[in-house]
């Protein structure tokens, strides 16, 4: 049996996310993949990118830290490799490039821009499909700060992809107008109007918060009725009535608001009445990324 040491960095748009993994291998088996340890460092870089265009001096001194925590926690792990990816906040910061050079020279940590292409792209290994053995057709949607990839998936293979920017932080700064939701209800409804039992399926924090506390059994569904209910029940709450009541992270309490506003749209749009949350996202596509690319 082999054991190999995996880290996967997600710097999105409201929280920097470091996954370690242990791939198991025995010989003429599958790998099995096993998450050993998330941590989770709510920066929101998205506040400063959308609205300023730029990552505040506070703010990446912040990065900078986070990146030497995870260096030493990757070194206490004995990590074999690592990827670090960073999505839309960065991608659309005007000195996202000076960021970059700054992490990778205090930590020795390389940093990679990604587009929404690529993203999708990397999720795709996380073998989202796949893993669900309930239906075959799905409008899959991986909700996040600053962007909205969605994919539909017919047959069980990903036959058309979309990046939107739709993201829960960018809503709650007041930042996508109607334009860009006619365009998603218009992309959603092209593509799935051919497409017989079609259902959801949900990746990002937000969903998968969700998903734990309405105490949902791993496998089962979410129905649109239940989702429904509960974010009428989460919108009549203050801020402050969030957290307590739930149990939410400060940077939960206000963007889980506009994530599940993103999810109920799209099961208007596709007529869904279920979603199904795999409670997987960005880094466990780049675990599998990177063991496939140094286990060729």
Known sequence: MKVKKLAAIDIGSNAIRMLIANVVQTEGEHPIFMKSEMVRVPIRLGQDSFTVGEISNKNTKRVVRAMKAFKLLMKINKVNNYMACATSALRESNNAVELVKKVKKKTGIKIEIIDGKKEAEIISYSNVISDQGHNSNYLYIDVGGGSTEFSIIKNRKRISSKSFKTGTVRMINGMVNDEVWVKIED???????????????????????????????????????????????????????????????????????PALEIYLKAFNWSGANKIFVPKIGLSDGMIKMMYKKYNA
């Open 187 to 257: 992309w959603i409804k092209k593509n799935t109007e051919e497409i017989d039992k079609i259902q959801l399926l949900g990746t990002g924090g937000n969903i998968n918060k969700v998903f734990k506390l309405l105490d949902t059994k791993e496998g089962n569904p979410i129905t649109y009725i239940k989702l429904n209910s509960f974010y009428n029940d989460l919108k009549v709450l203050s801020y402050e009535e969030r957290i307590l009541k739930y149990n939410l992270n400060l940077d939960r309490a206000d963007v889980i608001i």
